[in-house]
């Protein structure tokens, strides 16, 4: 079994990006020396050198933001003050205090600093040690990709119209276009385009934390902030973190890409403590638990995540989210505080009290209060109905 940081690259999603890196790279580069030789003009060998340079560095941050990691808070971790313990939760699975905007990552098994989300690309999370080398190599791979669109459908159209080249500008240099170079070239053609927009709108969100200093969390903290002050006259809630998006910049991307600080403790603004965001967490926290809602399980489910014995509107419309499918048996009590049409997410206990979260279909179960009008109906009652 391997160890290390290197083991997180034997795996799926690290693999995939790697061979898309190289796909890309090696077409590109083959299809336009044909038309573009390096060698034959200074122009040549500037777009070939630009397009290599934002493949190496794409290349560069990525293992860099796999091998990294985001930087894990020290298991069993206490705050130096005992009576700070009050303000923070307790993560039971580290054995410790959550620092200030540290999440437990189920998959990492690890609290993570400044969790931003858990990339399967990088199987790793993105956080306080990566979020820099996560943002450079999303931004690389986009201007590598939107470079490789550009000269690929030049190196096809050129292929396709060769006659013509040859017969009214036989000076120019001929794209030789084989059957195999067509296939290769519209695949990664295709490759590129994707990775413009899927990775386009990925960066666009990148920047968008990093300018606010606001993680993916975070911000689903403070909208759920926000809401819970709608229809009440408390004060408004003060995002802490937010410094000006300079300094909000700055804390993230430099030139050594080296993260600002230690992950624990961050500058905050005037009016606000390093617990004003960990306080709001805990009061969220007791409002989730006030809107919790016991449910018994009358069908089996195996946590498959492509359910097809229970109905096609719940294999067509699961939740959009990469948390677990959790296996439940007839007659388990769940505790549900998130609900859909066709899927719920909650808590159940296992054998050894072992307690697994994660989503299942809704039609597997039902809410205890029903079972229990069912238990209390007078016997007999169904009969006095008939004979009225």
Known sequence: MCVGPFSKLGHWGPIA??????????????????????????????NISCFLTFSGLAFYNFLNAVIEGPGFLPLKWKPESPRDEQFLQYCEACDGFKAPRSHHCRKCARCVLKMDHH??????????????????????????CFHSTVLLVISIYKGLNRRWYLLYRPSEPVMELTMMNLLLGV???????????????????????????????????????????????????????????KKNFLQVINWKCEPVGDGIHWPVLEECDQYTLTVEQQRQKIIKRLHTRPYTVLKKFDGSWFPCRHGVCTLCRPPFSDEARIPLEVGQTVSVTRWKKYWLFGEVSTQGNKRLKGWFPS???????????????????????KTN
């Not at 790697?18 to 060998?45: A, E, H, Q, V």
């Not at 993680?215 to 003060?238: N, S, Y």
């Open 17 to 46: 990006v790697i061979c898309i890196i190289k796909l890309i790279t090696f077409t590109t580069f083959y299809c336009t020396r044909m038309w573009w030789p390096p060698t034959s003009s200074l122009s040549g060998f500037l």
């Open 119 to 144: 990339c399967p690309w990088i199987n790793n999370c993105v956080g306080y040690a990566n979020h820099a080398h996560f943002t450079l190599f999303l931004f690389f791979a986009v201007c590598g």
């Open 187 to 245: 695949f990664s053609l295709g490759l590129s385009i994707g990775v413009v927009l899927a990775v386009g709108m990925l960066l666009q969100f990148q920047l968008r934390t990093i300018l606010t200093n606001r993680t993916g969390i975070e911000e689903w903290i403070c909208d759920k902030a926000k809401h819970r002050r709608r229809d009440k006259k408390d004060p408004p809630f003060v995002y802490p973190y937010d410094l000006g998006m």
């Open 363 to 385: 039609n597997c179960v039902v809410p205890v209060t029903f079972i229990e009008e069912d238990d209390t109906k007078p016997d007999g009652e169904e009969d006095v109905k």
